[in-house]
């Protein structure tokens, strides 16, 4: 079976080609960026134009709200409730529903699959989601922890099951990139994940701030000139590891300039390290214990310096690593007597995809 796996963004799409056989293998993939609504349909056409042959499309699609649990083939209540649901994401939901809209228009027939961002977290338990609001406001406005990046943090988990030969694990994953979230896992669910309501929530990322006390926008909107608008973009855009270190969104920069001595620089990963660490504990806590940590995404995967610091922090659970295999990214990096295993591994979202639409069609 061939699948197409698609990821419609605001103005780019990525796709890939992937056919099952006894093992999965890429036929084809790439990405057309400057998208806009205008020219969305003919960018997807030209895409599908590429293949001969497609059994079935599976679509990234960030929101599915409380509701969806699994990938879902799409239907057209599937649809319109993407589509009210692009109040909650209205950055995202609404372009993967194009995407999937397109696709019915060019290849009739051809059955499309919605593998949604936040099922991997609709399970988690109430104390988790929960938000400490007034219930009749929480409930008419759907305020509760959603998540996001599950796609990733489940492929992750289920590659740490494996390489532990344990489906029953308690595992922390740690998806740090320009975006970055860590989630905790116990039989392969999830039990409670970093961000929230939106992606906002969490540790600090490249521009975005994560937790901060809630009452500073409304102070901001009180005690300056800055619209409510402007100050959402701030917390969004402006923040995070590019506010602390006045020098760049990009760990590499910041990498580069703290081995020149640059304060702020060394301040930043130091700072972060420490954010990192501490949400890693709580879930420790959480899980009451911890078989694994995994590390993915953009620095996940290559800043060993930073998961060095972080481990720094974790000496008292018995965690032991490598400074060799760390530096060398290797995928398993902790020592033969570390209570705790460490793995680095690249993600593959568009690999899972492709196997949760295989398994709906």
């Known amino acids: ?15 890939k080609l992937l056919e099952k056989k006894k ?58 409730d993407i589509k009210k649901l692009s109040k909650l994401a209205p950055l995202h939901n609404p372009h993967n529903l194009a995407g999937i809209i397109a696709c019915e228009k060019f290849l009739k027939g051809i059955p499309n699959v919605a593998v949604f961002d936040t099922a991997f977290y609709a399970d988690i338990p109430q104390k988790a989601f929960e938000y400490a609001i007034p219930q009749k406001i929480a409930r008419k406005y759907q ?63 490249g521009t975005r701030c994560g937790d901060i006390d809630p009452s500073i926008p409304m102070f901001l909107k009180e005690n300056t000139k800055l619209s409510a608008s402007k100050i959402n973009e701030i917390l969004n855009e402006e923040s995070g590891i590019l506010a602390i270190s006045g020098i760049s969104s990009d760990m590499r920069n910041i990498w580069a300039k703290a ?43 290559n800043a060993w310096y930073l998961r060095k610091a972080i481990f720094d922090y974790l000496e008292f659970t018995g965690l032991k690593f490598s400074n060799i295999k760390n530096k060398k990214n290797e995928l398993s990096i902790h020592e033969k007597n570390s209570k705790i295993k460490i793995f680095v591994m690249k993600t593959n979202e568009e690999l899972q995809i492709a196997k949760e639409t295989f398994k709906i069609i």
Not at 1 to 15: D, Q, Y
Not at 171 to 198: E, P, V, W
Not at 273 to 281: E, H, P, R, T, V
């Open 259 to 301: 081995q020149k001595k640059n304060k702020a620089a060394i301040f930043t990963l130091e700072f972060l390290a420490y954010k990192i660490a501490m949400q890693i504990g709580a879930y420790i806590a959480a899980l009451n214990g911890v078989d694994a940590i995994g590390f993915t995404a953009g620095i996940g995967e």
């Open 23 to 80: 093992n999965w293998e890429v036929l084809n993939e790439g990405i057309i960026d400057r998208i806009t609504n205008k020219n969305r349909e003919t960018a997807l056409k030209k895409i599908i134009n590429q293949f001969d042959e497609i059994d079935a499309i599976g679509h990234r699609v960030v929101h599915g709200g409380a509701k969806y649990k699994d990938a879902v083939k799409v239907t057209a209540k599937i649809k319109r």
């Open 143 to 205: 305020i509760r922890k959603y998540g996001f990046h599950g796609t990733s943090h489940k492929y992750i988990t289920e590659e740490i099951q494996k390489n532990l030969k344990n489906k029953n694990a308690k595992i922390i994953t740690c998806h740090l990139g320009n975006g970055s979230s860590i989630s905790a896992t116990k039989n392969g669910k999830c039990i409670d994940t970093s961000m929230g309501f939106t992606p906002l929530a969490g540790i600090p990322m």
């Open 1 to 15: 079976m061939k699948i197409l796996v698609l990821n419609s963004g605001s103005s780019s799409i990525k796709f």
